[in-house]
Protein backbone atom coordinates (compact mmCIF):
# COMPACT_ATOMS: atom_id res chain seq x y z
CA UNK A 1 0.00 0.00 0.00
CA UNK A 2 1.20 3.57 -0.75
CA UNK A 3 0.42 7.10 -0.03
CA UNK A 4 -1.34 8.78 -2.26
CA UNK A 5 0.00 11.69 -3.66
CA UNK A 6 -1.97 15.36 -3.99
CA UNK A 7 -5.24 14.64 -7.02
CA UNK A 8 -4.63 16.67 -9.86
CA UNK A 9 -7.68 19.44 -10.72
CA UNK A 10 -8.21 17.72 -13.82
CA UNK A 11 -8.35 20.92 -15.71
CA UNK A 12 -6.99 19.74 -18.85
CA UNK A 13 -9.18 21.50 -21.67
CA UNK A 14 -6.60 20.06 -24.28
CA UNK A 15 -3.19 21.56 -22.42
CA UNK A 16 -2.89 22.15 -18.52
CA UNK A 17 -1.94 25.99 -17.89
CA UNK A 18 0.63 26.05 -16.10
CA UNK A 19 -0.41 27.94 -13.11
CA UNK A 20 1.21 27.72 -9.86
CA UNK A 21 -1.47 26.71 -7.20
CA UNK A 22 -0.74 29.81 -5.18
CA UNK A 23 -1.77 32.00 -8.20
CA UNK A 24 -5.32 30.24 -8.55
CA UNK A 25 -8.03 32.67 -8.54
CA UNK A 26 -10.84 32.15 -5.24
CA UNK A 27 -13.37 30.25 -5.64
CA UNK A 28 -16.90 31.40 -5.90
CA UNK A 29 -18.03 31.67 -2.87
CA UNK A 30 -14.57 32.23 -1.14
CA UNK A 31 -14.17 35.97 -2.69
CA UNK A 32 -11.70 37.54 0.02
CA UNK A 33 -9.94 34.51 1.41
CA UNK A 34 -6.88 36.75 2.78
CA UNK A 35 -9.45 38.83 4.46
CA UNK A 36 -11.04 35.09 6.59
CA UNK A 37 -9.19 32.75 8.98
CA UNK A 38 -8.54 29.28 8.15
CA UNK A 39 -11.95 27.12 7.82
CA UNK A 40 -11.16 24.74 9.79
CA UNK A 41 -14.41 22.23 9.98
CA UNK A 42 -14.58 22.70 5.91
CA UNK A 43 -10.44 21.58 5.82
CA UNK A 44 -11.72 18.67 8.26
CA UNK A 45 -14.38 17.50 6.49
CA UNK A 46 -12.03 17.48 3.16
CA UNK A 47 -9.34 15.46 4.66
CA UNK A 48 -12.34 13.32 6.01
CA UNK A 49 -13.20 12.83 2.49
CA UNK A 50 -9.84 11.79 1.74
CA UNK A 51 -9.47 9.47 4.51
CA UNK A 52 -12.13 7.28 4.02
CA UNK A 53 -11.08 6.49 0.06
CA UNK A 54 -7.05 6.21 1.44
CA UNK A 55 -7.89 3.51 4.45
CA UNK A 56 -10.68 1.70 1.97
CA UNK A 57 -8.19 -0.97 0.94
CA UNK A 58 -6.32 -1.22 4.48
CA UNK A 59 -9.68 -1.26 6.33
CA UNK A 60 -10.63 -4.53 3.71
CA UNK A 61 -7.29 -6.23 3.85
CA UNK A 62 -7.70 -7.16 7.93
CA UNK A 63 -11.28 -8.72 6.98
CA UNK A 64 -9.93 -11.11 4.00
CA UNK A 65 -9.36 -14.06 5.64
CA UNK A 66 -12.87 -13.75 7.05
CA UNK A 67 -14.29 -12.90 3.66
CA UNK A 68 -12.81 -16.03 2.10
CA UNK A 69 -14.32 -18.44 4.57
CA UNK A 70 -17.84 -16.55 4.61
CA UNK A 71 -18.57 -15.91 1.06
CA UNK A 72 -16.58 -18.93 -0.07
CA UNK A 73 -13.83 -17.06 -2.47
CA UNK A 74 -10.66 -19.21 -4.22
CA UNK A 75 -7.15 -18.40 -2.82
CA UNK A 76 -6.56 -16.32 -6.20
CA UNK A 77 -10.26 -14.90 -6.44
CA UNK A 78 -9.54 -13.19 -3.16
CA UNK A 79 -7.42 -10.98 -4.57
CA UNK A 80 -9.79 -9.46 -6.92
CA UNK A 81 -11.53 -8.01 -3.43
CA UNK A 82 -8.94 -5.66 -3.49
CA UNK A 83 -8.11 -5.30 -7.31
CA UNK A 84 -11.14 -4.56 -8.77
CA UNK A 85 -11.44 -1.39 -6.58
CA UNK A 86 -8.11 -0.33 -7.43
CA UNK A 87 -8.38 -0.92 -10.97
CA UNK A 88 -11.34 1.04 -11.41
CA UNK A 89 -10.50 3.81 -9.03
CA UNK A 90 -6.77 4.02 -11.20
CA UNK A 91 -8.62 3.65 -14.71
CA UNK A 92 -11.33 6.41 -14.12
CA UNK A 93 -9.17 8.73 -12.04
CA UNK A 94 -7.75 9.68 -15.29
CA UNK A 95 -11.04 11.23 -16.45
CA UNK A 96 -13.27 11.88 -13.23
CA UNK A 97 -10.92 15.32 -12.42
CA UNK A 98 -12.18 16.84 -15.98
CA UNK A 99 -15.73 15.85 -15.30
CA UNK A 100 -15.33 17.68 -11.93
CA UNK A 101 -13.71 20.52 -14.06
CA UNK A 102 -16.82 20.62 -15.68
CA UNK A 103 -19.80 19.89 -13.20
CA UNK A 104 -18.04 21.71 -10.77
CA UNK A 105 -15.58 19.59 -8.21
CA UNK A 106 -17.76 20.00 -5.27
CA UNK A 107 -20.64 18.74 -7.20
CA UNK A 108 -18.65 16.03 -8.27
CA UNK A 109 -16.98 15.30 -5.11
CA UNK A 110 -20.77 14.99 -3.53
CA UNK A 111 -21.69 12.53 -6.71
CA UNK A 112 -18.81 10.35 -5.39
CA UNK A 113 -18.79 9.93 -1.99
CA UNK A 114 -23.40 9.28 -2.59
CA UNK A 115 -22.17 6.02 -4.77
CA UNK A 116 -19.02 5.33 -2.37
CA UNK A 117 -21.54 5.03 0.44
CA UNK A 118 -24.26 3.30 -1.54
CA UNK A 119 -21.46 0.87 -2.54
CA UNK A 120 -20.45 -0.04 1.19
CA UNK A 121 -23.66 -0.58 1.84
CA UNK A 122 -24.22 -3.05 -0.67
CA UNK A 123 -20.88 -4.78 -0.57
CA UNK A 124 -21.42 -5.36 3.67
CA UNK A 125 -25.03 -6.83 2.53
CA UNK A 126 -22.91 -9.28 0.09
CA UNK A 127 -23.87 -13.41 0.03
CA UNK A 128 -21.62 -14.17 -3.32
CA UNK A 129 -18.45 -13.47 -4.13
CA UNK A 130 -19.67 -11.74 -7.43
CA UNK A 131 -21.84 -9.31 -4.92
CA UNK A 132 -19.34 -8.17 -3.16
CA UNK A 133 -16.24 -7.70 -6.10
CA UNK A 134 -19.60 -5.57 -7.71
CA UNK A 135 -19.89 -3.50 -4.74
CA UNK A 136 -16.19 -2.89 -4.49
CA UNK A 137 -16.17 -1.71 -8.64
CA UNK A 138 -19.11 0.82 -7.61
CA UNK A 139 -16.81 1.77 -4.69
CA UNK A 140 -14.13 2.46 -7.02
CA UNK A 141 -16.28 3.98 -9.48
CA UNK A 142 -17.27 6.51 -6.08
CA UNK A 143 -13.72 7.01 -5.39
CA UNK A 144 -12.62 7.73 -8.56
CA UNK A 145 -14.94 10.84 -9.35
CA UNK A 146 -14.80 12.26 -5.64
CA UNK A 147 -10.93 12.24 -5.27
CA UNK A 148 -9.35 14.60 -7.43
CA UNK A 149 -12.48 17.47 -6.22
CA UNK A 150 -10.44 17.06 -2.85
CA UNK A 151 -7.54 18.99 -3.03
CA UNK A 152 -9.22 21.26 -6.30
CA UNK A 153 -11.56 22.35 -3.29
CA UNK A 154 -9.35 22.22 -0.63
CA UNK A 155 -7.38 25.23 -2.61
CA UNK A 156 -10.09 27.24 -3.05
CA UNK A 157 -10.89 27.72 0.47
CA UNK A 158 -7.38 28.78 1.78
CA UNK A 159 -5.18 31.54 0.82
CA UNK A 160 -1.23 30.91 0.14
CA UNK A 161 0.82 31.08 2.51
CA UNK A 162 1.41 30.10 6.20
CA UNK A 163 -2.69 29.39 5.56
CA UNK A 164 -2.49 26.79 3.03
CA UNK A 165 0.75 25.40 4.22
CA UNK A 166 -0.98 24.59 7.80
CA UNK A 167 -4.21 22.93 5.78
CA UNK A 168 -2.13 21.26 3.21
CA UNK A 169 -0.16 19.23 6.65
CA UNK A 170 -3.83 18.55 8.25
CA UNK A 171 -4.64 16.82 4.99
CA UNK A 172 -1.52 14.85 4.10
CA UNK A 173 -1.03 13.96 7.78
CA UNK A 174 -4.80 12.72 7.02
CA UNK A 175 -3.53 10.53 4.41
CA UNK A 176 -0.12 9.20 6.46
CA UNK A 177 -2.35 8.29 9.20
CA UNK A 178 -5.04 5.71 6.52
CA UNK A 179 -3.27 3.09 6.49
CA UNK A 180 -2.75 2.27 9.77
CA UNK A 181 -6.33 3.67 11.01
CA UNK A 182 -7.97 1.16 8.22
CA UNK A 183 -5.85 -1.99 9.82
CA UNK A 184 -6.53 -1.36 13.33
CA UNK A 185 -10.03 -0.47 12.63
CA UNK A 186 -11.06 -3.30 10.30
CA UNK A 187 -9.37 -5.39 12.90
CA UNK A 188 -11.89 -4.35 15.67
CA UNK A 189 -14.78 -4.21 13.18
CA UNK A 190 -14.35 -7.60 12.36
CA UNK A 191 -13.42 -9.10 15.80
CA UNK A 192 -16.66 -7.45 17.46
CA UNK A 193 -19.16 -7.15 14.76
CA UNK A 194 -18.39 -9.07 11.41
CA UNK A 195 -16.22 -8.23 8.35
CA UNK A 196 -19.66 -6.69 6.92
CA UNK A 197 -18.79 -3.96 9.05
CA UNK A 198 -16.01 -2.82 7.08
CA UNK A 199 -17.89 -2.29 4.57
CA UNK A 200 -20.87 -0.52 6.42
CA UNK A 201 -18.92 1.74 8.49
CA UNK A 202 -17.73 3.53 5.74
CA UNK A 203 -22.12 4.41 5.08
CA UNK A 204 -22.39 6.64 8.48
CA UNK A 205 -18.59 8.17 7.73
CA UNK A 206 -19.90 8.96 4.10
CA UNK A 207 -23.19 10.76 5.23
CA UNK A 208 -21.06 12.89 7.70
CA UNK A 209 -19.29 13.72 4.35
CA UNK A 210 -22.12 14.59 2.66
CA UNK A 211 -23.59 16.77 4.81
CA UNK A 212 -20.19 18.74 5.83
CA UNK A 213 -19.51 19.59 1.75
CA UNK A 214 -22.94 20.98 1.78
CA UNK A 215 -22.48 23.47 5.10
CA UNK A 216 -18.91 23.86 5.14
CA UNK A 217 -17.58 24.04 1.18
CA UNK A 218 -18.30 26.42 -1.36
CA UNK A 219 -18.07 25.43 -4.53
CA UNK A 220 -14.82 26.14 -7.11
CA UNK A 221 -15.21 27.79 -10.20
CA UNK A 222 -16.15 25.54 -13.13
CA UNK A 223 -14.19 25.05 -16.46
CA UNK A 224 -14.52 23.79 -19.89
CA UNK A 225 -12.56 20.30 -20.66
CA UNK A 226 -12.93 17.86 -23.70
CA UNK A 227 -13.06 14.77 -22.19
CA UNK A 228 -10.97 11.64 -23.36
CA UNK A 229 -13.91 8.68 -22.48
CA UNK A 230 -12.29 6.37 -25.33
CA UNK A 231 -8.71 6.43 -23.57
CA UNK A 232 -10.29 6.00 -20.28
CA UNK A 233 -12.73 3.22 -21.62
CA UNK A 234 -9.52 1.60 -23.25
CA UNK A 235 -6.59 2.29 -20.43
CA UNK A 236 -8.96 0.65 -17.69
CA UNK A 237 -10.01 -2.67 -19.95
CA UNK A 238 -6.54 -2.98 -20.85
CA UNK A 239 -5.90 -3.14 -17.38
CA UNK A 240 -8.46 -5.05 -16.42
CA UNK A 241 -7.76 -7.84 -18.52
CA UNK A 242 -4.01 -8.37 -17.79
CA UNK A 243 -5.00 -8.96 -14.07
CA UNK A 244 -7.50 -10.90 -15.20
CA UNK A 245 -5.62 -13.30 -17.16
CA UNK A 246 -2.55 -13.09 -14.53
CA UNK A 247 -5.07 -14.07 -11.39
CA UNK A 248 -6.53 -16.83 -13.48
CA UNK A 249 -3.63 -18.44 -15.47
CA UNK A 250 -2.73 -20.68 -11.80
CA UNK A 251 -6.14 -22.19 -12.43
CA UNK A 252 -6.72 -21.94 -16.20
CA UNK A 253 -3.17 -22.94 -17.23
CA UNK A 254 -1.17 -20.33 -19.37
CA UNK A 255 -2.41 -21.56 -22.56
CA UNK A 256 -6.13 -21.50 -21.23
CA UNK A 257 -8.80 -20.52 -23.82
CA UNK A 258 -9.58 -17.35 -20.73
CA UNK A 259 -6.45 -16.55 -19.88
CA UNK A 260 -5.08 -16.31 -23.68
CA UNK A 261 -8.63 -14.29 -24.37
CA UNK A 262 -7.42 -11.87 -21.43
CA UNK A 263 -4.28 -11.35 -22.65
CA UNK A 264 -5.38 -10.60 -26.30
CA UNK A 265 -7.97 -8.00 -25.51
CA UNK A 266 -5.11 -6.44 -22.80
CA UNK A 267 -2.82 -5.95 -25.90
CA UNK A 268 -6.12 -4.67 -28.13
CA UNK A 269 -6.89 -2.43 -25.08
CA UNK A 270 -3.31 -0.65 -24.99
CA UNK A 271 -2.99 -0.87 -29.02
CA UNK A 272 -6.25 1.55 -28.80
CA UNK A 273 -5.16 3.34 -26.05
CA UNK A 274 -2.25 4.60 -28.01
CA UNK A 275 -4.02 5.10 -31.40
CA UNK A 276 -6.76 6.91 -29.17
CA UNK A 277 -4.28 9.32 -27.59
CA UNK A 278 -2.54 10.17 -30.67
CA UNK A 279 -5.21 12.35 -31.89
CA UNK A 280 -6.98 13.03 -28.86
CA UNK A 281 -6.60 16.94 -27.91
CA UNK A 282 -6.54 16.13 -24.17
CA UNK A 283 -5.86 12.27 -23.88
CA UNK A 284 -5.82 11.04 -20.56
CA UNK A 285 -2.03 9.49 -20.64
CA UNK A 286 -0.58 12.19 -23.13
CA UNK A 287 2.13 9.84 -24.43
CA UNK A 288 5.09 12.60 -24.58
CA UNK A 289 5.22 11.09 -20.90
CA UNK A 290 6.37 7.38 -22.38
CA UNK A 291 8.85 9.10 -25.23
CA UNK A 292 11.73 9.94 -23.16
CA UNK A 293 13.17 7.86 -20.00
CA UNK A 294 13.81 10.66 -17.63
CA UNK A 295 10.00 11.21 -17.77
CA UNK A 296 8.80 7.79 -18.22
CA UNK A 297 11.07 6.15 -15.53
CA UNK A 298 9.59 7.95 -12.68
CA UNK A 299 6.16 7.22 -13.52
CA UNK A 300 6.81 3.22 -14.12
CA UNK A 301 8.76 3.36 -10.93
CA UNK A 302 5.32 4.72 -9.01
CA UNK A 303 3.59 1.85 -10.15
CA UNK A 304 6.10 -0.54 -9.20
CA UNK A 305 6.70 0.66 -5.83
CA UNK A 306 2.57 0.06 -4.96
CA UNK A 307 2.88 -3.63 -6.73
CA UNK A 308 4.78 -4.59 -3.93
CA UNK A 309 3.35 -2.91 -1.30
CA UNK A 310 -0.03 -4.32 -1.71
CA UNK A 311 1.38 -7.58 -2.03
CA UNK A 312 2.91 -7.05 1.68
CA UNK A 313 -0.90 -5.90 3.20
CA UNK A 314 -2.20 -8.56 1.28
CA UNK A 315 -0.50 -11.80 2.86
CA UNK A 316 0.52 -9.84 6.13
CA UNK A 317 -3.27 -10.45 6.56
CA UNK A 318 -3.41 -13.93 5.43
CA UNK A 319 -0.23 -14.96 7.13
CA UNK A 320 -0.87 -13.66 10.70
CA UNK A 321 -4.31 -15.24 10.82
CA UNK A 322 -4.46 -17.98 8.76
CA UNK A 323 -0.34 -19.36 9.72
CA UNK A 324 0.08 -17.58 12.91
CA UNK A 325 -3.43 -17.56 14.16
CA UNK A 326 -4.03 -14.04 15.35
CA UNK A 327 -7.82 -12.45 15.63
CA UNK A 328 -8.36 -9.87 13.17
CA UNK A 329 -7.77 -7.25 15.66
CA UNK A 330 -4.31 -8.79 16.47
CA UNK A 331 -3.49 -8.48 12.67
CA UNK A 332 -4.35 -4.90 12.95
CA UNK A 333 -2.32 -3.86 16.02
CA UNK A 334 0.54 -5.74 14.31
CA UNK A 335 1.04 -3.74 11.48
CA UNK A 336 1.44 -0.48 14.21
CA UNK A 337 5.29 -0.81 13.51
CA UNK A 338 4.75 -0.30 9.71
CA UNK A 339 2.15 2.34 10.64
CA UNK A 340 4.42 4.13 12.89
CA UNK A 341 7.52 3.90 11.06
CA UNK A 342 5.68 5.01 7.58
CA UNK A 343 4.38 8.32 9.54
CA UNK A 344 7.69 9.28 10.88
CA UNK A 345 9.87 9.18 7.91
CA UNK A 346 6.52 10.82 6.29
CA UNK A 347 7.40 14.28 8.49
CA UNK A 348 11.15 13.42 8.31
CA UNK A 349 11.15 13.55 5.08
CA UNK A 350 10.50 17.30 3.76
CA UNK A 351 13.12 18.07 5.81
CA UNK A 352 15.74 15.63 4.37
CA UNK A 353 14.46 16.01 0.54
CA UNK A 354 16.12 19.68 0.59
CA UNK A 355 19.46 18.46 2.12
CA UNK A 356 20.31 15.74 0.05
CA UNK A 357 17.82 15.48 -2.91
CA UNK A 358 14.86 13.44 -4.28
CA UNK A 359 17.07 10.86 -5.61
CA UNK A 360 19.20 10.17 -2.61
CA UNK A 361 16.05 9.79 -0.11
CA UNK A 362 14.32 8.35 -3.05
CA UNK A 363 16.34 5.36 -3.68
CA UNK A 364 17.38 4.90 0.38
CA UNK A 365 13.40 4.44 0.21
CA UNK A 366 13.38 1.69 -2.33
CA UNK A 367 16.28 0.20 -1.33
CA UNK A 368 14.46 -0.38 2.59
CA UNK A 369 11.33 -1.12 0.85
CA UNK A 370 13.62 -4.00 -1.22
CA UNK A 371 15.37 -5.06 2.03
CA UNK A 372 12.06 -5.69 3.78
CA UNK A 373 10.46 -7.92 1.11
CA UNK A 374 13.64 -9.97 0.50
CA UNK A 375 13.25 -9.98 4.22
CA UNK A 376 9.61 -10.98 5.07
CA UNK A 377 10.00 -13.40 1.59
CA UNK A 378 11.95 -15.58 4.35
CA UNK A 379 9.18 -16.51 6.30
CA UNK A 380 8.31 -20.30 7.34
CA UNK A 381 5.64 -21.74 9.62
CA UNK A 382 7.69 -22.01 12.92
CA UNK A 383 8.28 -17.94 12.84
CA UNK A 384 6.56 -16.17 15.16
CA UNK A 385 5.67 -12.55 14.97
CA UNK A 386 8.80 -10.70 16.65
CA UNK A 387 11.08 -12.90 14.80
CA UNK A 388 9.49 -12.95 11.68
CA UNK A 389 7.40 -10.10 10.60
CA UNK A 390 8.11 -7.42 12.89
CA UNK A 391 11.77 -6.37 11.22
CA UNK A 392 9.88 -6.35 7.46
CA UNK A 393 7.11 -4.21 8.97
CA UNK A 394 9.89 -1.87 10.40
CA UNK A 395 11.82 -1.83 7.20
CA UNK A 396 8.84 -1.27 5.25
CA UNK A 397 7.12 1.17 6.67
CA UNK A 398 10.43 3.49 6.64
CA UNK A 399 11.21 2.78 3.02
CA UNK A 400 7.68 3.69 2.04
CA UNK A 401 7.81 7.01 3.78
CA UNK A 402 10.92 8.11 2.19
CA UNK A 403 9.68 7.12 -0.87
CA UNK A 404 6.41 8.53 -2.02
CA UNK A 405 7.22 12.15 -1.58
CA UNK A 406 10.47 12.50 -3.49
CA UNK A 407 9.34 10.12 -6.36
CA UNK A 408 6.17 12.56 -6.44
CA UNK A 409 8.10 15.19 -6.69
CA UNK A 410 10.31 14.71 -9.82
CA UNK A 411 7.08 13.01 -11.48
CA UNK A 412 5.82 16.53 -11.33
CA UNK A 413 9.04 18.58 -12.05
CA UNK A 414 10.23 16.21 -15.11
CA UNK A 415 6.42 16.38 -16.68
CA UNK A 416 5.96 18.14 -19.99
CA UNK A 417 5.23 21.68 -18.38
CA UNK A 418 1.62 22.07 -20.24
CA UNK A 419 0.51 18.38 -18.88
CA UNK A 420 1.24 19.23 -14.89
CA UNK A 421 -2.27 18.60 -14.43
CA UNK A 422 -2.27 15.40 -16.34
CA UNK A 423 0.83 14.03 -14.91
CA UNK A 424 -0.44 14.41 -11.32
CA UNK A 425 -3.90 12.29 -12.15
CA UNK A 426 -1.56 9.82 -14.01
CA UNK A 427 0.58 9.65 -11.20
CA UNK A 428 -2.43 8.52 -8.75
CA UNK A 429 -3.77 6.15 -11.65
CA UNK A 430 -0.28 4.36 -11.85
CA UNK A 431 -0.75 3.70 -8.11
CA UNK A 432 -3.48 2.00 -7.80
CA UNK A 433 -2.56 0.28 -11.44
CA UNK A 434 0.36 -0.94 -9.79
CA UNK A 435 -1.08 -1.95 -7.07
CA UNK A 436 -4.03 -4.00 -8.93
CA UNK A 437 -0.87 -5.51 -11.09
CA UNK A 438 1.57 -6.71 -8.43
CA UNK A 439 -1.32 -8.27 -6.53
CA UNK A 440 -2.26 -9.94 -9.34
CA UNK A 441 0.93 -11.29 -10.38
CA UNK A 442 2.02 -12.65 -6.63
CA UNK A 443 -1.64 -13.93 -5.75
CA UNK A 444 -0.50 -16.23 -9.14
CA UNK A 445 2.77 -17.55 -8.01
CA UNK A 446 0.48 -17.83 -4.27
CA UNK A 447 -1.90 -19.84 -6.20
CA UNK A 448 0.96 -22.15 -7.70
CA UNK A 449 2.96 -23.06 -4.57
CA UNK A 450 -0.53 -23.66 -2.56
CA UNK A 451 1.30 -27.37 -1.96
CA UNK A 452 4.13 -25.77 0.02
CA UNK A 453 1.45 -24.96 2.92
CA UNK A 454 -0.13 -21.61 3.93
CA UNK A 455 3.44 -20.07 4.76
CA UNK A 456 5.18 -21.43 1.92
CA UNK A 457 2.88 -20.15 -0.49
CA UNK A 458 2.97 -16.51 1.18
CA UNK A 459 6.91 -16.80 1.16
CA UNK A 460 7.27 -17.86 -2.39
CA UNK A 461 4.69 -15.07 -3.47
CA UNK A 462 6.37 -12.34 -1.36
CA UNK A 463 9.67 -13.75 -3.15
CA UNK A 464 7.93 -12.93 -6.90
CA UNK A 465 7.43 -9.46 -5.72
CA UNK A 466 10.66 -8.42 -4.96
CA UNK A 467 10.91 -7.80 -8.30
CA UNK A 468 9.07 -4.32 -7.65
CA UNK A 469 10.82 -2.80 -5.39
CA UNK A 470 13.89 -3.50 -7.35
CA UNK A 471 12.93 -2.48 -10.85
CA UNK A 472 11.51 0.59 -9.41
CA UNK A 473 15.32 1.77 -7.81
CA UNK A 474 16.98 0.49 -11.07
CA UNK A 475 14.87 3.02 -13.35
CA UNK A 476 14.63 5.97 -10.51
CA UNK A 477 18.05 5.87 -9.45
CA UNK A 478 19.47 5.53 -13.04
CA UNK A 479 17.11 7.95 -14.45
CA UNK A 480 15.47 10.51 -12.13
CA UNK A 481 16.78 14.44 -12.29
CA UNK A 482 16.75 16.16 -9.08
CA UNK A 483 14.08 18.81 -8.85
CA UNK A 484 16.42 20.43 -5.69
CA UNK A 485 20.24 21.37 -5.00
CA UNK A 486 21.06 18.99 -2.04
CA UNK A 487 22.97 21.15 0.39
Known amino acids: MSTQPLQSSGHDPGRDPV ?3 DRRPAASGDQAPSAQRLRYPAVIVLCLT ?10 VNVALPQIRHALGFSATGLSWVVASYALVFGGLVLLSGKVGSII ?4 ALLIGVSIFTVASALGGAATTPAMLIAARVLQGLGAALAAPGTLVLLMSITRPGPQRARAMSVFVLSIG ?3 GLGLVLGGLLTTSLGWEWVMFVNVPIGLIVLVGVRLLVPEAPRAPARLDVGGAIASTTGMTALVYGLINAESHGWTGTPVLVSFALAIAGLLALVLIERRHAAPVVPLEFFTRMRSAAPLLAMMLIPAGQAGFLYFAALFTQDALGFTPLQTGLSVLPFSAALLVTNLLTGRLVPRYGERIIGSLGMSALLAGLVWMSRIDAADTFAGGLLGPFVLLGLGAGLTVAPLTAVIMHQAPPARLGAASSLN ?5 LGG ?14 AGAGEAGAIATALTAGIVFPLLALTLFATWARPTTTAH
Open 428 to 432: QAMQQ
Open 436 to 449: ALGLAVMTTVYGAA
Open 104 to 107: GPRR
Open 19 to 21: IPP
Open 50 to 59: QLILVIDNSV
Open 177 to 179: IGA
